[in-house]
């Protein structure tokens, strides 16, 4: 199994910056990919970003060029640097581990507000 602890989120001003992090724990060997997902109140859930075992990125339309995937040499923990953000940012982000099974583990999320 693998668990994951999302934390740093929070309230901050228009053109402000956080620094989301997401833990994994327990089998860890598994994961092959992981990512943030973002869902605003009455809005679908979407990609913010996602990174792959072997490096690889992918990030939403809407980033541009704003936010940052990351992560610690053994995949454990991966980060979310999020800057220029603005109001239409605000959303509960999520992180999500893909495994190698195929199936993929949520965490619980962390809320961000950016305020006008």
């Known amino acids: 199994q693998v668990q994951l602890v999302e934390s740093g989120g929070g309230l901050v001003q228009t053109g402000g910056s956080l620094r989301l992090s997401c833990a994994a724990s327990?089998?860890?060997?598994?994961?092959?990919?992981m990512g943030w997902y973002r869902q605003a109140p009455g809005k679908q859930r979407e990609l913010v970003a996602s990174?792959?075992?072997?490096?690889?990125?992918n990030y939403g339309d809407f980033v541009k060029g704003r936010f940052t995937i990351s992560r610690d040499n053994t995949m454990t923990t991966v980060y979310l640097q999020m800057n220029s953000l603005e109001p239409e940012d605000t959303a509960l982000y999520s992180c999500?581990?893909?495994?190698?099974?195929?199936?993929?583990?949520w965490g619980q999320g962390t809320q961000v507000t950016v305020s006008s």
């Open positions: 999500k581990a893909q495994r190698n099974s195929g199936g993929s583990i």
């Open positions: 327990g089998s860890i060997f598994s994961i092959t990919s």
């Open positions: 990174l792959t075992r072997g490096g690889l990125t």
